[in-house]
């Protein structure tokens, strides 16, 4: 299949009015759930202050909402900011598994059009159940693409959908994609710029071939008439870490209570799949995943870390997991670095097996081929638990009356008419959001 051909074909899917299934709805709203609390989270993080803070700069009516705050502003920027404050903590949902993505970064940028254009909750479900059939699809197949950069494609096709764009617009709104997107992107930006690819499609520019998705192959997208379920192959992350390092993280858990003292263990050998051994893991020779001053973004890719705290303490907390003080603790550092990993041939880059050995010589070894949240796991999520993964990350950020409102509302999602959309904007205490960082720029 040519690049044309694949972007015909997936704006012919994008331009599909064939419903919505039951299951997939309930699954948009889960994700939505989910986006919430994560941004919740990281509302008052530096990066995502600075990136508000730009967003906030662009006011428009009718325009689009920015997590946490009063107010319309410009769609394409309260994705971006929007995207930033979903992504950034590394807690919103996965798919995939040596190449894995994070098709919740599409939500954002199809919620702040919504908001603008003023359609309907059933529009919106519509065009996150297309985008995420896209994204999984072309994630799942033959590709060296960035998943940044699909991530552009997946909305700019959701996107088509939810605005019920005819196939030809849906195509060049694609193409424009793939050709800002080409290169590596964050998912944040990526929407941003789908939804800028979209405004010119609908305008009638013309569009360079996309030459990105020459790069894709053995691409099974679903025939016409075939409900869209790939949301239900995604899982959200129960811990804030490289989707890589759930199963690591839910089996050190386990093992907690088995292993008992910690001082105990002579070494710890993690099997694992090639992309997790030479990207989290000791064969990516990186000093920087041994040393306790490393940057939480180096931690959170550290296998050996995840797994040590993770086995130590019994439990993994978003910020408690990561600071300073707790990677330095001296029996931490001990037992981070009696732990290597080596590559298995033949297993999931995400499955892990531990063997470790006591000083008493006696050898313990477990084994888990996916994160218990996963729909093949354990324990996968139900509504319960992103309501209670809600609950958790937005104590003390979102007063509580706000968040049943915030949750009322989502799961009514397809009942709500045009032009209400923007009550899916949970509004974040004034407190949290005057201590978030102050920065200044061009953008006033």
């Known amino acids: 299949m040519t690049d044309s051909d694949l972007a015909s074909r997936i704006a012919e899917v994008a331009a599909d009015p064939v419903a919505v299934p039951a299951q997939t709805q309930a699954m948009v709203i889960n994700r939505i759930i989910d986006n919430a609390a994560v941004s919740a989270a990281s509302v008052g993080d530096h990066l995502v202050s600075g990136v508000r803070a730009q967003a906030r700069a662009h006011r428009t009516t009718p325009g689009a909402t920015i997590f946490g705050i009063d107010g319309t502003f410009s769609p394409e920027w309260a994705a971006f900011a929007n995207g930033v404050a979903v992504h950034h903590l590394e807690l919103n949902d996965a798919v995939g598994a040596d190449q894995p993505t994070h098709p919740g970064g599409v939500i954002p940028a199809l919620v702040a059009v919504g908001q603008h254009t003023g359609l309907r909750g059933v529009d919106l479900i519509r065009g996150i159940a ?175 870390y995840l797994f040590a705290v993770a086995l130590e303490d019994g439990q993994w907390h978003h910020e408690r997991s990561y600071t300073c003080e707790r990677a330095h603790r001296p029996e931490t550092v001990a037992l981070w670095r009696s732990i290597s990993t080596v590559e298995t041939a033949g297993v999931q880059a995400c499955t892990v097996r531990a063997v470790i050995t006591l000083r008493s ?81 061009i953008y006033r």
């Open 361 to 441: 010589g006696e050898v313990i070894v477990d084994e888990l081929a996916v994160a218990h949240a996963h729909p093949a796991g354990a324990h996968p999520f139900t509504r319960n638990d992103y309501v209670a993964k809600f609950a958790l990350l937005t104590d003390g950020v979102i007063d509580r009356r706000e968040q049943q409102r915030f949750l009322d509302v989502a799961v009514c999602l397809s009942e709500l008419r045009r032009g209400a959309l923007g009550m899916l904007n949970p509004l974040v205490d004034r407190r949290i959001l005057d201590d978030a960082p102050t920065t200044y720029g």
């Open 130 to 304: 297309t985008a995420y059939e896209i994204q999984v699809r072309l994630t799942t197949a033959d590709s060296t693409v960035d998943h940044g950069a699909l991530l552009g494609t997946s909305v700019a096709a959701g996107l088509g959908t939810m605005l019920r764009l005819p196939s030809p617009t849906i195509r060049a709104a694609i193409e424009h994609a793939v050709h800002l997107t080409g290169v590596r992107h964050t998912p944040a930006y990526a929407g941003k710029l789908a939804v800028d690819a979209v405004d010119r499609a609908m305008r009638g520019g013309d569009a360079p071939p996309p030459s990105a998705l020459e790069q894709i192959d053995g691409v099974a997208l679903p025939d016409i008439g075939e409900p869209k379920q790939a949301i239900l192959a995604s899982y959200p992350r129960q811990h804030s870490a490289h989707c890589h390092g759930q199963v690591a993280i839910d089996l050190a858990l386990r093992l907690h209570h088995r292993v008992g003292r910690v001082s105990d263990i002579e070494s710890v050998v993690l099997h694992t799949g090639h992309d997790t051994h030479v990207q989290l893991g000791s064969g990516a020779d990186d000093p920087d995943k041994f040393d306790p001053d490393a940057p939480r973004e180096v931690l959170s890719r550290s296998l050996m």
